[in-house]
C-alpha cells in the first residue's frame, strides 16, 4: 500500500480530514470493491458514500480486502431524506455501519435538508447523538444553505465540520462558501467536474496544455487552491491515478481568470430548497 498522498485539513471538531478524496456516487456495488481497492493502493485514504449510492457493502469490502489499518481511513457516508427524524436516523446509521462492516465512520452527514419535511433539524439531533456515543468521529451535512446552517445554528449545539455541495467552476458557490469559511465549516465539492461536462471546455483545455496537465487536473488543483475538500469519482485505476497528480503544479493569475469566466449558475444536481 503506497504513501497516502493528499494533504489534510482540520475541522472544526480538531480532527482532520484528507482534503482529495474518491467520491463513489453511481458506482454499482459490485465495482465498488475494485473500485476502492485500487484507490487506497494508490494512496487515497478518504472514501465518500452514501446509504442511496447502494454500495456501502462494497466499499465495505474494498477496505476489508485493501489490508488498510482502519485507523489510517477515513470513511464518510450519510443518510438518505426518506430516513429523516431522530429516531429513523440512529436506525438507519446502524444499517449503514453494518452494511460497512464498520464499528464508527469518520464522517457522517446529512445528504440533502429536505425541507419540505422540515426534520432536518431533529435528524441533527440524531448526528449529534450518534457523535456523542463515539460511532460517528466528525458529522456534517450536504446541500445545506446559509439558512439551513443558520436554523441548526439557533436549535441545536453543534457546528457542522463539513457542508458537502454542488461546486466546480460553473458554480463556484461564492456565498455560501463565504459563510462556511466565516462559520468554522470546511466546504468539500461533489461534482467536482460538472459531472465530466468540463471535461471538453476548450478555455481550460488551453490551461491544462499550458500546464502540461489535464483539464481535469487543472479543475481539482483549483478546488484545492480554494481551500475545498474534493471528492472525485471515477472507476478506472489510471484516472484514479492521475487524479491525485496534482500537487506539484500551481495556477496562476491568468489560469485563475479563464476559470473565473466559467461562472453560469448551473447545476448538474438539484437546487436544495426545492428538493424533496
Avoid: C
Wanted: charged letters at 25%.
Amino acid at each position: 500500500m503506497t504513501t497516502p498522498l493528499s494533504p489534510s485539513l482540520t475541522m472544526n471538531d480538531g480532527l482532520e480530514i484528507p482534503q482529495l478524496g474518491l467520491g463513489v456516487y453511481k458506482v454499482p456495488d459490485l465495482e465498488a470493491t475494485r473500485v476502492v481497492v485500487d484507490a487506497i493502493e494508490l494512496g487515497y485514504r478518504h472514501i465518500d458514500t452514501a446509504a442511496f449510492y447502494d454500495n456501502e457493502r462494497g466499499v465495505g469490502r474494498g477496505i476489508a480486502e485493501s489490508g488498510a489499518q482502519r485507523a489510517d481511513l477515513f470513511v464518510a457516508t450519510k443518510v438518505w431524506h426518506d430516513r429523516h427524524g431522530y429516531d429513523a436516523t440512529l436506525a438507519s446509521f446502524e444499517e449503514s455501519l453494518g452494511r460497512l462492516g464498520l464499528e464508527y465512520v469518520d464522517l457522517y452527514l446529512i445528504h440533502w435538508p429536505a425541507p419540505a419535511q422540515d426534520k432536518y433539524v431533529d435528524t441533527w439531533r440524531a448526528l449529534e447523538q450518534i457523535r456523542s456515543d463515539g460511532r460517528a468521529r466528525s458529522i456534517g451535512v450536504s446541500n445545506f444553505k446559509g439558512h439551513h446552517l443558520d436554523r441548526l445554528a439557533a436549535e441545536t449545539s453543534t457546528a457542522p465540520a463539513v457542508n458537502q455541495i454542488e461546486l466546480h467552476p460553473r458554480l463556484p458557490q461564492l456565498e455560501t462558501r463565504q459563510y462556511d469559511r466565516e462559520h468554522g465549516i470546511l466546504t468539500e465539492a461533489w461534482s467536482p467536474l460538472a459531472r465530466g461536462t468540463l471535461l471538453d471546455e476548450p478555455t481550460l483545455a488551453a490551461v491544462a496544455a499550458k500546464h502540461g496537465k489535464t483539464v481535469a487536473q487543472v479543475v481539482l488543483r483549483w478546488q484545492l487552491d480554494l481551500g475545498n475538500v474534493v471528492i472525485p469519482k471515477s472507476v478506472r485505476r489510471e484516472r484514479l491515478a492521475s487524479n491525485l497528480e496534482v500537487f506539484d503544479f500551481a495556477l496562476d493569475a491568468d489560469d485563475l481568470a479563464v476559470i473565473a469566466a466559467l461562472e453560469s449558475g448551473e447545476r448538474t444536481g438539484k437546487d436544495p430548497d426545492f428538493f424533496f
